[in-house]
């Protein structure tokens, strides 16, 4: 697709249980983010890939959060023992360059509701 | 405490009024960009601003960086309904240098017909 693709768009779990993420960026983009958005806040900054490395995972807000980018293009960020704490929208961006002078592209997010 | 405070938090406005964002910060931050966001979707880059005291016009939208780089203003003219959504501005501090971003907490704005 021509933009960065999430999915599910929605997950309901139960605390306790462990979820997995997926967001596909554009193709051929460089640098990929994921952030949380909390009901009526701004994103918070969760990690940083260039490529397959994470180079930054300083908002993982513990170490429940993890995630991947093997192959230097789709990411997965799962989250073990979920907790109601959790419940947000992760959202995915890539970027073709690896400085903000390039536009930052969002996915449509992936909305969490623990239970 | 919020590293990016944006004010109002809420905005109820009429259609072809005016209407400013403020985004204020005590640190500086090499770039600053604004997003709107309409619910159930992703942000949507609008501007990016990286002098201080840079002025970037997008039709009925003026967006501002200040002098020292720690704020920015975004000025709406004759609001329409179609502007309503959540406006978000976001920041790269100075030291990094691969996009990474700080939110403020963003503007819902709504605009009656």
């Known amino acids: 697709g021509a933009g960065v693709s999430q999915s599910p768009r929605y997950k309901v779990a139960k605390r306790g249980q462990d979820v997995a993420l997926r967001c596909d960026p554009i193709s051929g983009h460089v640098s990929l983010f994921w952030y949380q958005q909390a009901l009526g806040q701004g994103p918070e900054f969760l990690t940083y890939f260039q490529n397959e490395a994470q180079l930054d995972k300083s908002g993982l807000p513990s170490d429940r959060f993890f995630a991947e980018r093997p192959e230097g293009s789709v990411s997965t960020l799962k989250i073990q023992r979920t907790q109601q704490e959790d419940s947000a929208v992760y959202l995915c961006a890539s970027s073709s360059m690896g400085s903000l002078v390039g536009e930052l592209f969002f996915g449509e997010g992936s909305r969490l509701t623990v239970l | 405490t919020q590293l990016l405070e944006q004010s109002p938090q809420f905005l109820s406005i009429q259609e072809g009024e005016n209407l400013t964002v403020y985004c204020n910060s005590s640190s500086v931050f090499s770039s600053l960009q604004w997003y709107r966001q309409e619910p159930g979707e992703g942000p949507v880059l609008l501007v990016t601003?990286?002098?201080?005291?840079e002025v970037k016009k997008l039709k009925r939208l003026t967006f501002q960086f200040g002098d020292a780089r720690k704020d920015s203003s975004l000025h709406i003219t004759a609001a329409q309904p179609g502007d309503t959504g959540l406006y978000l501005c976001a920041g790269e501090l100075g030291g990094t240098s691969y996009g990474k971003l700080t939110f403020g907490q963003g503007t819902i704005l709504t605009v009656h017909p």
């Open positions: 601003v990286v002098t201080g005291g």
